[in-house]
Nanobody, 124 residues
Framework: QVQLRESGGGLVQAGGSLRLSCATS????????MSWFRQAPGKEREFEAT????????YYADSVRGRFTISRDNAKNTVYLQMNSLKPEDTAVYYC?????????????????WGQGTQVTVAS
């Protein structure tokens, strides 16, 4: 019903920056709250950032607050994650997620739709 596709991942040195994008299609984008999760090998998928349907409310996990910024452009059906001051512990596959209804700190089970993920690797 809703298709999500992440892009923008890659290899970066500690202290560097990356900008992830999530393009959506299928249903009206502005009906959904959007989130970013990440999952490292051997670990559970964890919440990092979320934004409500019109971009007026955001929330961040403690591990990324002050370094990452989530934003959305409903006219382009796209959500972004700007990642600054990257650390080796940020290395993971990053997933875009959509849900009808905003939750400040959603669990994976709260998510309606997932993208396939994009790899972020932070060296040193």
């Amino acid at each position: 019903q809703v298709q999500l596709r992440e892009s923008g991942g890659g290899l970066v040195q500690a202290g560097g920056s990356l900008r992830l994008s999530c393009a959506t299609s299928g249903r009206t984008f502005n009906n959904y709250a959007m989130s970013w999760f990440r999952q490292a090998p051997g670990k559970e998928r964890e919440f990092e950032a979320t934004i409500n349907w019109n971009g007026g409310t955001t929330y961040y996990a403690d591990s990324v607050r002050g370094r990452f910024t989530i934003s959305r452009d409903n006219a382009k059906n796209t959500v972004y994650l700007q990642m600054n001051s990257l650390k080796p512990e940020d290395t993971a596959v990053y997933y875009c997620a959509a849900r009808v209804g905003y939750i400040a700190t959603p669990l994976p089970g709260n998510v309606g739709y997932w993208g396939q993920g994009t790899q972020v690797t932070v060296a040193s």
